[in-house]
C-alpha cells in the first residue's frame, strides 16, 4: 500500500523531468532538475522513509541519462549531485519524521505515566484515609530515633483518640507503652538493617488506655531522607480469643477447675511462692466414694451436680492462691502452703458435707496428704503418686470401719 502512494506521487515528476529534458537547454534542466529530484526525494521520504527517497533518486537520474545522450559527462555529473541531494534530503527527512515519531511517542508514553502516577497515588490515598486499620508515616534519624509524625489516617486518630493535627505534633515514642523497655528503639534499629519488621507492642491512648497492638513497619526514601510506613492492628480481641482459649486448656469444662494440664502448667508458678516463702507445702489426692454407684442410682445428670457441688466446695474451703484440680472422673486434687495436712484433711471432709447438703445426697471423699518442700512440686507426678497411695491405704481404712 505505500509502495503503490509513492509510485502514484513520483511518477508523475519524473515523466515531467523527462520532457523537460528534451525541450529546454542544459542549464535549465539543472535548474529544472533540482527542485524536481528534491521534492520527489521529500515526498518519498515523507511517505515511504529512505528506501523510497532512493527509488525517486534512482528513478529520476536514470531518466535524465536516458533523455541526454549527447551530453553524458555533463549528465552523469549532474545527475550525480541529484542524487546526492535526493538522498541527503530524503535521509533528513526520514529523520525529522522519525524523530518527530519518537517524540510523539515519549509525548504519549509521559501522558500514560502521569495518568497511571496519578490514578496509582489516588488508590494510595484511598487504601490510606479509608483503611480499617491504622496507617502513619513518621521519620527515622540515623540513630534509630523515630521522628515526628508526616501523615496518620482517620483509623489512627480513632485508636489512639488524638486529632490528626495533636498526632502530626507528636513522635511514635510518645505513644509507645511497650511492656519491654528499649523495644522501639531495638525495632528501628532492625528496620534499618533490614528495611522491613513486624512485632507486637502496645500504645498509649489519650484517656491512658493500653492498646495491644501487631506492628508491620517498611522503610522507604522521601527526597533522600528515610520515612517509615507502619501499619498497626488492635489485637484486643485477638489476645481475648487467646486467654479464652487458654482458659479451655487449663480448666475443666465442668466445674471451671484446673484439669490436669492446668495443674501441671500452675505447679511451677506455685513452687516459686513456696520457695519464696520457706513454708512446706500440703497435696492433696482424692476421688468421691462410690461415685460409680451414685451415677447408676441416680443417672448421670445427678453424677454431674455432685461433681459441681464437690468442687465449688473445695473452691470455697481454700484461699485463691491455693491450687484445686480435678484431674478427671471423681479425682480431686489440692495444693495448699502455709497448712497442715490434718487442718487440709479436716476442710476437704467439710467441704463434702457442704456438698452433700447442696445436692441432698451424702457425699464422701478418701483422701491422703502429702507434705513437700518447694523442691518436690518440680516432681509433680512422684508427689501425687505418694499422696494417691496414701489416699488407697485411707479409703481401705474406710471400708474395714
Not at 127 to 133: N, T, Y
Not at 243 to 249: F, K, P, Q, S, Y
Not at 291 to 319: C, I, Q, S
Request: net charge neutral; aromatic share 6%; proline share 3%.
Amino acid at each position: 500500500m505505500r509502495w503503490s502512494r509513492m509510485h502514484t506521487i513520483i511518477t508523475p515528476l519524473v515523466v515531467a523531468y523527462a520532457v523537460a529534458v528534451l525541450l529546454v537547454p542544459l542549464e535549465m534542466i539543472q535548474v529544472l532538475g533540482v527542485p524536481v529530484v528534491v521534492a520527489g526525494a521529500y515526498v518519498a521520504g515523507m511517505r515511504g522513509g529512505v528506501t523510497a527517497g532512493l527509488w525517486a533518486v534512482i528513478v529520476s537520474g536514470a531518466a535524465f541519462l536516458l533523455s541526454g545522450a549527447g551530453h553524458v559527462g555533463s549528465y552523469v555529473a549532474t545527475a550525480v549531485g541529484y542524487i546526492v541531494i535526493g538522498l541527503l534530503v530524503g535521509l533528513a527527512v526520514d529523520d525529522f519524521t522519525g524523530q518527530r515519531k519518537r517524540l510523539q511517542e515519549a509525548v504519549e508514553a509521559a501522558r500514560l505515566a502521569s495518568r497511571q502516577l496519578e490514578m496509582s497515588q489516588r488508590r494510595y490515598r484511598l487504601l490510606f484515609e479509608q483503611g480499617a486499620d491504622p496507617v502513619y508515616l513518621h521519620g527515622l534519624d540515623h540513630d534509630a530515633e523515630p521522628t515526628s509524625f508526616i501523615a496518620v489516617n482517620d483509623a489512627t486518630c480513632g485508636l489512639l483518640g488524638y486529632t490528626r493535627e495533636e498526632l502530626l505534633g507528636l513522635t511514635p515514642r510518645a505513644i509507645d507503652a511497650a511492656p519491654q523497655p528499649g523495644q522501639l528503639r531495638r525495632m528501628m534499629r532492625v528496620l534499618l538493617r533490614e528495611g522491613t519488621v513486624r512485632y507486637e507492642s502496645v500504645r498509649r491512648a489519650r484517656d491512658g488506655e493500653l492498646v495491644p497492638v501487631e506492628i508491620a513497619s517498611s522503610l522507604t526514601e522521601v527526597e533522600g531522607e528515610p520515612v517509615v510506613l507502619s501499619i498497626s492492628r488492635d489485637i484486643r480481641e485477638r489476645q481475648r480469643e487467646v486467654r479464652r482459649l487458654e482458659e479451655l486448656t487449663l480448666h475443666d469444662e465442668l466445674t471451671g477447675l484446673f484439669n490436669r494440664r492446668g495443674l501441671d502448667v500452675m505447679l511451677p508458678q506455685q513452687a516459686k511462692r513456696a520457695k519464696r516463702s520457706g513454708r512446706p507445702v500440703v497435696v492433696m489426692y482424692g476421688d468421691i466414694d462410690e461415685f460409680k454407684r451414685l451415677n447408676d442410682t441416680y443417672g448421670h445428670e445427678r453424677g454431674d451436680a455432685v461433681l459441681v457441688a464437690v468442687a465449688r466446695a473445695l473452691r470455697a474451703a481454700f484461699r485463691e492462691t491455693d491450687l484445686v484440680a480435678r484431674l478427671g472422673g471423681d479425682e480431686f486434687c489440692v495444693v495448699a502452703e502455709d497448712i497442715s495436712a490434718a487442718h487440709l484433711a479436716q476442710r476437704v471432709d467439710d467441704a463434702m458435707e457442704a456438698a452433700g447438703r447442696e445436692v441432698g445426697i451424702a457425699v464422701r471423699m478418701s483422701h491422703g496428704e502429702v507434705v513437700s518442700g518447694w523442691p518436690g512440686l518440680e516432681e509433680p507426678a512422684e508427689l501425687l503418686g505418694r499422696a494417691d497411695a496414701r489416699m488407697y491405704q485411707a479409703k481401705q481404712a474406710r471400708r474395714r470401719s
